[in-house]
């Protein structure tokens, strides 16, 4: 059977042939995995691309990726691919994790003259850095005396912009708790900013986690929520080594919903709660750990 005529100014989606390779420069390029039968999906988030661009079908776009012009359009076409899906307060849990348990003792040892790093791997657009820097901000009155900084780190340019501008729409700020929304929110336009304390504790850099990272120095918790699950399952093992390698003793690892360390992953992290790992001080037994 023949398929559907393709409505005016519409294009076909992208062959078995141009969708393998499409998948391969994901892959090269984020560390994502798309399977087969992902054309229409495919299609959804390139279509603007290829609109842009005056052309028709994935034949010429491929070519076009090829040539020395094509550099900027495949990260255009990474930033169109991935999924930047978040909210603010998302998996409400680990912030309930980090009032009550997770963030009192750094808030401890930064009042006694120490530092405390957070990095939000795979941040999207900020809604989940500047959830935990509202949550900081809301138990430190004196933060601003504080050695205590956020990094946010995302492979789209797009959303490490859209995180530094800190604007977000009426419906997306919703999800924040009335009090926070009210001490750390300005309205602007038809949505709001977020303000200082809490802003100016993140800073947002790109970064692609299967790069080298040029961090210095080790963090207290690293977020990497519902970023890991597009990568494949040799790329996982290798972020979750290099995430136990860049946490301090005592530190803490979170990941997404469908996320989770696997038993045989070899880690020293300790499950702490719901997709929550710890990193035990040495010495310090696991099973004071196994809390809920
Ligand atoms: C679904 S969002 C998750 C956002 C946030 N962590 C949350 O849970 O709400 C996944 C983010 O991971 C980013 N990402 C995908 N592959 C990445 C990579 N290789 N390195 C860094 N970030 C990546 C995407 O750009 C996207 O913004």
């Known amino acids: 059977m023949n398929p559907p005529p393709l409505s005016p100014g519409a294009f076909a989606p992208p062959n078995a042939a141009e969708l393998a390779v499409i ?12 399977g087969d039968g992902k054309a229409s999906m495919v299609q959804s988030r390139l279509a603007k691309r290829l609109r842009a661009l005056g052309l028709s079908d994935y034949r010429s776009y491929l070519a076009l990726l090829e040539t020395p012009a094509g550099a900027d359009e495949r990260g ?18 680990h912030f309930e994790l980090l009032r009550t348990k997770v963030l009192p003792p750094l808030l401890a040892r930064a009042r006694a003259g120490g530092k405390v790093r957070i ?11 500047y959830s935990i820097a509202m949550v900081l901000c809301d138990l430190a009155d004196d933060i601003a005396r504080l050695d ?17 501008d800190a604007r977000y729409d009426a419906a997306s700020c919703e999800t924040i708790p009335a009090a926070l929304a009210k001490r750390f929110l300005t309205h602007d336009g038809d949505g709001a900013r977020l303000c200082d304390p809490a802003r100016s504790l993140v800073t947002f ?23 890991a699950i597009y990568f494949d399952k040799v790329a996982q093992e290798t972020l979750w080594h290099r995430f136990e390698a860049t946490l301090n003793p005592g530190g803490w690892l979170f990941l997404g919903h469908s996320e989770r360390l696997p038993a045989d992953a070899a880690t020293c992290l300790v499950t702490a709660g719901i997709t929550s790992y710890h990193l035990p001080f040495p010495g310090q037994g696991t099973e004071t750990l196994q809390w809920r």
């Open 205 to 227: 850099r790109e970064l692609n986690l299967h790069s080298t990272w040029p961090m210095q120095g080790r963090f207290d918790i690293i977020f990497c929520r519902n970023v």
């Open 23 to 34: 998948a391969r420069l994901l892959h090269e390029g984020a560390g994502i995995v798309i």
């Open 119 to 129: 990095w939000s791997a795979g941040c999207s657009s900020g809604q989940e850095p």
């Open 76 to 93: 255009r076409m990474l930033s169109a691919l991935t999924t930047n899906v978040t909210h603010f307060f998302r998996e409400n849990h």
């Open 148 to 164: 205590i900084r956020i990094l946010a780190t995302d492979i789209d340019p797009e959303m490490t912009a859209r995180g530094r």
